[in-house]
């Protein structure tokens, strides 16, 4: 048979086509009035993408170029800061402070779980900055970043959200809520390649960079605002990424009717609707949800006890030419993880639940034809019904 590949990784994950076409478009040098323009509209996209009036700045990084900044530019070594952590994300945010010699509060959670807010209230009060993810994308949670804010309100403490598999997948309301800095990633729902990385920063955030003593220099946000202020980079940007994500930008604004924030509110109910359908599926073939508190990004998906995740992947990426996620690190063997951030419709989902169907039905000698898929048919149409979603 042919094989063509198909990503269902919670990044990169797959490529929109009008952006694949920028990029390749994309001769251009970055001292230029035609690349100011484009810079200066990316990053006026990209305030009402995240729905923030905060800046919102662009990195030329991976999204733990970001993270790396939400340390350097907020912190000073000996800082008291919190890290809520339940994942190898958050576990990725405990490593940066303390390579900046932040004195690290790290409040865990056994993998799977979230934050019980009681909990966690007198853990991050006197922090000087909590660190937390919006999703933890190793094992498929959402967490509570409207709970942690307001346990935060009327303090000092600064508040940085990854939301790098957060965005575009869930709804926030950042400013209305107290958020800080909120971070997201180009190989996540904006549906381009990996290399971006970009970040909001609240006038608080600005001031603490101002006293903060931690060393930077490429990722030095203030030489950043000074720059992108007129549509300028300190360093040279990645131009074909930048034009990437202005068409993918531009895809989303029609997908709202002329919108971008309609096209944002699209692309979230289009996780929740192809999240929701696979939940449901995954639950049909005898599998389990590893997350308490399921994610519209990614789901996480146990197999029976005796089988081996690697064994699924693999057959997956075999026969089908699809590229499913295995477990991060020490997960690795326990779960097999399908995203639904960015470009991925009602017909890729089908696709990939029949594919499970045969998968899983060979490693455990059962027939399943159907049973995932009826779960999902009836979980779209419930969904498509549900007052909440709005499909363009
Ligand atoms: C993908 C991802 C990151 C960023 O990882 P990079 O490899 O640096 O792009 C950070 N946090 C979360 C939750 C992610 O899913």
Known sequence: MLRKIWLFTPGPTPLLPAAAQAMAMADVH???????????????????????????LLLA???????????????????????????KFGERWTGLAKAYGCEVNTVSVP??????????????????????????????????VRGVA???????????????TGLGTTRFDIDAWGVDVLIGGSQKAVMIPPGLAYLSVSERAWQRAESAKSPRYYFD????????????????????????LAAALDYLRAAGGGDLAAGRDNLISNAEITAEMTREAVKAVGMTLFSEAPANAVTAAVPPAGIDSSALVKDFRENFGAVV???QGEMKGKMVRFAHLGYFDYLDTIGIIGALEHVLGRATGKELFGKGLTAAQSAYRKMRQGDRVAVA
Not at 68 to 77: L, M, R, Y
Not at 119 to 142: P, W
Not at 150 to 164: N, Q, R
Not at 233 to 241: D, N
């Open 30 to 56: 970055h001292r230029t009035a035609d690349f100011r323009k484009l810079l200066s509209r990316c990053l006026a996209d990209l305030k009402i993408f995240v729905g923030t009036q905060n800046d919102v």
């Open 61 to 87: 990084a991976s999204g733990t170029g970001a993270m790396e900044a939400s340390v350097a530019n907020f912190t000073s070594p000996g800082d008291k800061v919190t890290v809520l952590s339940a994942g």
């Open 111 to 144: 993998y799977g779980k979230t934050f019980d807010l009681n909990a966690v209230s007198g853990q991050v009060k006197d922090a000087r900055v909590v660190y937390m993810q919006a999703t933890e994308t190793s094992t498929g949670t959402m967490h509570d």
């Open 150 to 164: 307001e346990l935060l309100h009327g303090g000092d403490t600064l508040l940085v959200v990854d939301a790098i």
């Open 221 to 244: 946000l203030r030489k950043e605002r000074k720059a992108q202020v007129n549509g300028e980079t300190a360093f040279t940007p990645a131009t074909s990424l930048v034009a990437a």
């Open 325 to 327: 996620a295995n477990g």
